[in-house]
């Protein structure tokens, strides 16, 4: 029992700390949760609420918190929506798989009869979840709202695909609110969050994207326009109103008196092309 404690703690380590730590660190368990605590002030310190796959106890769901309190308020811990980097951070982690082919990521909670596309980004050892949205239930969900349904739930699945192929994995929620108490006390959502409609007047304003082009300069209209265009894509179907939430890059490319904009996730994949052409 002791020797796979600390092999639990070793993989710990291995997954969510710097190498000067490994094998260092104490873990409480709740349930099927667990809370994991390392580190100090100089060498820095290491706080996570996580739970194993019920289909592979080397793949790991861990929530860590970043910001400087625990009482999480959107407007104070958050960047402003824009898909930014965010204080809390839900990361799916394992040293034996590779998620470099990994193309989309879906998620569903136990008693639902719907599911979320996940926006996620690529670390080290896994991947970092950061939005999600249901086309069906038309909800979105920043990373605090999450949190609050696996505290809320009793199991989630989580589904990665690749380009011709697809794995599930579960998570026991048991034990969620207990654990995630050690690292995060409180969440005060706001009161916007599954109610915005973005106005489509600047792309840079909306997403927070990096915007690379050698397109002649266009007017707020026809950005209105481009945006229309989105409505009638794959990426507006999946994400709708919060489709912007998964661009990081835009791209235009001036042809004759087209322009070609082509857009971007945090994972350089590209999300659409819009060839719009002035009139």
């Known amino acids: ?119 996620f980004i690529k670390i080290k050892n896994g991947i970092s979840l950061q939005h999600a949205y249901s086309p069906k239930a038309k909800s979105f969900l920043e990373t605090p709202d999450i949190v609050k349904k696996f505290k809320t739930k009793n199991k989630v699945t989580i589904r990665l695909e690749k380009k011709n192929s697809h794995k599930d994995y579960s998570f026991s929620l048991k034990g969620s609110t207990a654990a995630i108490k050690n690292i995060i006390t409180s969440i005060s959502p706001n009161p916007q969050a599954n109610k915005l409609d973005f106005d489509p007047i600047s792309l840079a304003l909306v997403t927070n994207a990096t915007i690379s082009t050698n397109c002649e300069e266009f007017q707020s209209s026809d950005v209105v326009k481009i945006f229309s265009l989105v409505k009638q894509k794959e990426i507006y179907l999946k994400y709708g109103n919060y489709w912007t939430a998964w661009v990081k890059n835009v791209t235009c490319e001036q042809v004759e008196r087209s322009k070609i904009f082509k857009f971007f996730d945090s994972n350089d994949e590209l999300l659409t092309v819009i060839d719009y052409t002035e009139k």
């Open 1 to 119: 029992m002791k020797s796979e404690k600390l092999k639990f703690i070793l993989l710990l380590s291995l997954l969510f700390q710097p190498i000067l730590l490994i094998g260092q660190g104490k873990i409480t368990n709740y349930q099927d949760w667990f809370f994991y605590e390392s580190g100090n002030p100089i060498d820095g310190k290491v706080e996570i609420a996580g739970v194993s796959s019920l289909e592979d106890k080397d793949l790991m769901l861990g929530i860590q918190n970043y910001s400087n309190t625990k009482n999480i308020n959107y407007n104070k811990s958050f960047t402003e929506f824009k898909g930014g980097v965010e204080s809390i951070w839900i990361s799916i982690k394992t040293p034996s798989l590779n998620f470099k082919e990994t193309k989309t990521v879906k998620m569903y909670f136990d008693d639902d009869n719907f599911f979320f596309y996940l926006n």
